[in-house]
C-alpha cells in the first residue's frame, strides 16, 4: 500500500522569505509519480508541481522546487521569494501503479505581510 | 474551458435519506475521479472512470455508494441511506489519459453535511 506522511501540519513564512515543506512516502511501486497540490480557502485544488520518481533532476516550477530523495523516500517543496497568495493547505500526493491519487493530511501555509 | 464543475456546492440531508452529485469534467478529459476530502484530512481516492467504464473503486466505497458516468462525459455519485458519517467535501477531478504531466484537474467540491 501507497502512503504519503507530512510531519508539519502547520507552518508559516515572511513574505518574500523561503519555506520548505517536507514530505515522506511510502511504496513498493518502481515507476511513480509525485505531486505537491495547493488548495487555498474555499478554492479548487490546483497542481504547483511534479517529479517523476525515475528522473534524478529535481523539478523547478518559477518560484516552486523541489528536493526528491529517493532513496530516503522523501519530497519536500521549497517556495521562494514567498508571496501572500501561496497561503493554503499543500498536500503531497503519490501516484504509483494506478491512477489514483494517495495524498497526505496537508501542511497549512501562513504568509506573514 | 470552463473548468471542472460540480452541483450542488453544498447539501444538507438528513440521516437515511439519499443524495446525488453531479460532477461536469472537462470536455475533452476521459478519465474521471471521484475523491473524499474530511476535516483535516487529504482527499481519499473513492473511484474513477475511463470514458464510461469504472475502473477502479476503493474499499471506502461501500455498497451505500454508487458512481456512473453513462456516456462518458459527466458523472454522478449517489449515497443511499446517508450516515452522519459520510459528512465530507466530495471532489471530482478529471484527466486526460494521454496527457504526460499526469495532471488531474479539480472541481470546487460538494460539500455533505449529514444531521
Given at each position: 500500500?501507497?502512503?504519503?506522511?507530512?510531519?508539519?501540519?502547520?507552518?508559516?513564512?515572511?513574505?518574500?522569505?523561503?519555506?520548505?515543506?517536507?514530505?515522506?512516502?511510502?511504496?513498493?511501486?518502481?515507476?511513480?509519480?509525485?505531486?505537491?497540490?495547493?488548495?487555498?480557502?474555499?478554492?479548487?485544488?490546483?497542481?504547483?508541481?511534479?517529479?517523476?520518481?525515475y528522473k534524478q533532476q529535481n523539478a523547478t516550477e518559477n518560484r516552486f522546487s523541489v528536493n526528491f530523495q529517493k532513496a530516503a523516500k522523501s519530497f519536500s517543496l521549497k517556495i521562494s521569494d514567498?508571496?501572500?497568495?501561496?497561503?493554503?493547505?499543500?498536500?503531497?500526493?503519490?501516484?504509483?501503479?494506478?491512477?489514483?491519487?494517495?495524498?497526505?493530511?496537508?501542511?497549512?501555509?501562513?504568509?506573514?505581510? | 474551458?470552463?473548468?471542472?464543475?460540480?452541483?450542488?456546492?453544498?447539501?444538507?440531508?438528513?440521516?437515511?435519506?439519499?443524495?446525488?452529485?453531479?460532477?461536469?469534467?472537462?470536455?475533452?478529459?476521459?478519465?474521471?475521479?471521484?475523491?473524499?476530502?474530511?476535516?483535516?484530512?487529504?482527499?481519499?481516492?473513492?473511484?474513477?472512470?475511463?470514458?464510461?467504464?469504472?475502473?477502479?473503486?476503493?474499499?471506502?466505497?461501500?455498497?451505500?455508494?454508487?458512481?456512473?458516468?453513462?456516456?462518458?462525459?459527466?458523472?454522478?455519485?449517489?449515497?443511499?441511506?446517508?450516515?452522519?458519517?459520510?459528512?465530507?467535501?466530495?471532489?471530482?477531478?478529471?484527466?486526460l489519459e494521454w496527457d504526460p504531466r499526469r495532471e488531474q484537474f479539480f472541481g470546487p467540491g460538494t460539500r455533505l453535511t449529514v444531521l
Open positions: 500500500a501507497q502512503t504519503v506522511t507530512q510531519s508539519q501540519p502547520e507552518m508559516s513564512v515572511q513574505e518574500a522569505e523561503t519555506v520548505t515543506l517536507s514530505c515522506t512516502y511510502d511504496t513498493s511501486e518502481s515507476d511513480y509519480y509525485l505531486f505537491w497540490y495547493k488548495q487555498p480557502p474555499s478554492r479548487q485544488m490546483i497542481l504547483v508541481i511534479r517529479q517523476e520518481a514567498s508571496q501572500l497568495g501561496d497561503a493554503a493547505m499543500y498536500f503531497c500526493a503519490n501516484q504509483g501503479g494506478s491512477e489514483k491519487l494517495v495524498f497526505g493530511k496537508g501542511t497549512k501555509l501562513t504568509v506573514n505581510p | 474551458d470552463t473548468g471542472v464543475s460540480q452541483d450542488p456546492r453544498h447539501k444538507i440531508t438528513k440521516r437515511g435519506q439519499n443524495v446525488t452529485f453531479r460532477c461536469d469534467p472537462i470536455s475533452e478529459h476521459n478519465r474521471l475521479y471521484w475523491y473524499r476530502q474530511t476535516l483535516g484530512q487529504g482527499p481519499e481516492f473513492l473511484t474513477y472512470f475511463q470514458n464510461e467504464a469504472q475502473l477502479e473503486k476503493s474499499r471506502l466505497l461501500s455498497d451505500r455508494f454508487s458512481a456512473e458516468r453513462p456516456k462518458g462525459s459527466f458523472s454522478t455519485l449517489e449515497i443511499q441511506r446517508t450516515e452522519q458519517g459520510d459528512s465530507a467535501m466530495y471532489l471530482c477531478a478529471s484527466s
